[in-house]
């Protein structure tokens, strides 16, 4: 027998077994916080790897890897892991509103106050008690939408992909569909117009130029086979220069005269004009509708600052119909949904009070003077932290973003903390913030670690002076090894 593989057998018959480990005096805290089922999968996963390097490079394996307070170390970590939430709640320092890799839109605290409500109660969910008797779920959020936006009626499904799935398979199954070239758009995950047109069963018939588009284009486009008139709204980019787009007031007339329906995707639908913010104006739910469209879909959160959600308005004849739809019980909402989104809507009765208690909507118009104060204030609270004065910290001018797809060519000015170090990287720092308890998602810039305040709520600067304090306490004692 070679020496490596005496080593390699040695080594392997030092692993203790799975029940070794788990009687050991060090790990009965674990099985007191934790499942035992957790604890025994952590010990196996341990051994495993151990195993697993001792045959990769048995030479270059330390025994002591295999002692009970190494093993109980590594065991009580990746019990920590295993035991942790995978969905959890982070500080999004990166100024992007509705950030879709950070959960979107923020909530209101009505919408959470009614969630905790109706989630743990009963509740008349499909229950109709004025007569006693089974009723719809769709009720709920209706009356409201069609109070905003002066729709005749209103249908709630799980996304605007899923509302325009089944605004398509309900009027176009089987026939043409008319849509400009130059809005065929594609969305976050791998959304497509005419992708979600295919899996719908309408035929897609484009018409224009990728810039330019006429209403004789559409004009032409009509046979016995088209069956709406469609119109994409560009909320995710925007196509500059020699350009012509046909306007919906004038798509709808030419709807009118064809008796064809005329359908709007807002994609990131708007109640309010953000125009008065200094940003570009954007077409709000309420315009569609006054300007003639049949139906309109549009989300939920992104702007509107509720839940996930796609939202159907029109008229009447033609939600009724979607209603019915097979694919309508596929696509339908929640109680929970329903809940928040009612809660948030009718805060858009008083314009005002919307602006102030939608988180989306208070981020994206907050004054300037106030980010600056907010950022001077933690930077105060991030130097307390670094009493050895570690960090270079300053507040910077900047821009936010509103994101989801929303808003594409502006920027919100802002103003960021900016942090450097002579003694940490700028990813040091990142990557530590971003693995704290509660993690902390900033952006790097020219080798400069920032947090844009726009995103921040009053409860995170604490959130980030610990972050702070806790990757300084780290790194000291590193270094002092």
């Known amino acids: 027998m070679n020496p490596d593989h005496q080593t390699f057998q040695q080594l392997l018959r030092h692993i203790p077994a799975v029940d070794e480990v788990l009687h050991t005096n060090e790990l009965q805290a674990a099985l007191r916080q934790h499942p035992r089922k957790l604890v025994v999968e952590s010990i196996r996963q341990i051994l495993e790897e151990k195993r697993q390097q001792i045959r990769t490079l048995p030479e270059a394996f330390d025994q002591a890897e295999l002692e009970t307070p190494a093993l109980v170390a590594l065991i009580a970590e990746r019990l920590e892991d295993l035991a942790r939430h995978t969905l959890r709640p982070v500080v999004n320092a990166t100024g992007i509103v509705v950030h879709t890799n950070l959960g979107r839109s923020l909530l209101p605290e009505v919408a959470l106050e009614r969630l905790m409500l109706l989630a743990s109660r009963y509740n008349n969910l499909e229950y109709d008690l004025a007569a006693g008797r089974r009723g719809s779920r769709y009720v709920h959020a209706e009356a409201v939408l069609c109070e905003i936006t002066g729709a005749e009626a209103a249908l709630v499904v799980n996304n605007n992909a899923g509302a325009v799935l089944l605004v398509l398979n309900t009027l176009a199954k089987d026939r043409e569909v008319i849509v400009s070239r130059g809005q065929l758009v594609e969305i976050g995950g791998s959304f497509r117009i005419p992708d979600v047109m295919t899996s719908s069963g309408a035929i897609l018939r484009e018409v224009g130029c990728t810039n330019r588009t006429h209403v004789r284009d559409y004009e032409a486009a009509i046979n016995d086979a088209t069956a709406?008139?469609?119109?994409?709204?560009?909320?995710?980019?925007?196509?500059?220069?020699?350009?012509?787009?046909?306007?919906?007031?004038?798509?709808?007339?030419?709807?009118?005269?064809?008796?064809?329906?005329?359908?709007?995707?807002?994609?990131?639908?708007?109640?309010v004009d953000f125009s008065r913010f200094g940003l570009q104006p954007e077409p709000t739910a309420q315009d569609v509708i006054r300007a003639g469209a049949d139906v309109v879909t549009f989300s939920g959160d992104k702007l509107l600052g509720g839940p996930q959600a796609g939202i159907i308005l029109g008229r009447r004849e033609f939600v009724a119909g979607f209603k019915r739809n097979p694919l309508t019980r596929a696509l339908r909402v929640d109680k929970l949904t329903l809940a928040a989104l009612e809660a948030t809507l009718r805060l858009y009765r008083d314009e005002a009070e919307a602006l102030a208690r939608i988180p989306t909507l208070r981020m994206i118009a907050t004054p300037l003077n106030v980010l600056q104060e907010r950022a001077a204030r933690l930077v105060s609270l991030i130097r307390a932290a670094d009493p050895h004065g570690h960090l270079e910290i300053?507040?910077?001018?900047?821009?936010?973003?509103?994101?989801?797809?929303?808003?594409?060519?502006?920027?919100?000015?802002?103003f960021t903390v900016a942090?450097?170090?002579?003694?940490?990287?700028?990813?040091?720092?990142?990557?530590?913030?971003?693995?704290?308890?509660?993690?902390?998602?900033?952006?790097?810039?020219?080798?400069?670690?920032?947090?844009?305040?726009?995103?921040?709520?009053?409860?995170?600067l604490n959130v980030i002076v610990d972050g702070f304090a806790d990757f300084l306490a780290a790194h000291s004692t590193l270094n002092s090894r």
Do not use: W
């Open 419 to 460: 942090i450097q170090s002579g003694k940490f990287s700028t990813h040091q720092i990142e990557h530590h913030l971003r693995n704290a308890e509660v993690p902390i998602i900033g952006r790097i810039e020219s080798n400069c670690y920032l947090l844009d305040v726009r995103t921040l709520n009053d409860d995170d």
């Open 394 to 414: 300053e507040v910077q001018s900047g821009f936010s973003q509103v994101g989801g797809g929303s808003l594409p060519a502006q920027d919100l000015p802002t």
């Open 228 to 271: 709406m008139l469609m119109k994409v709204h560009n909320s995710n980019y925007r196509i500059m220069g020699f350009t012509a787009e046909v306007s919906l007031e004038e798509l709808v007339a030419l709807g009118r005269s064809f008796h064809l329906p005329v359908v709007e995707d807002l994609g990131s639908g708007s109640f």
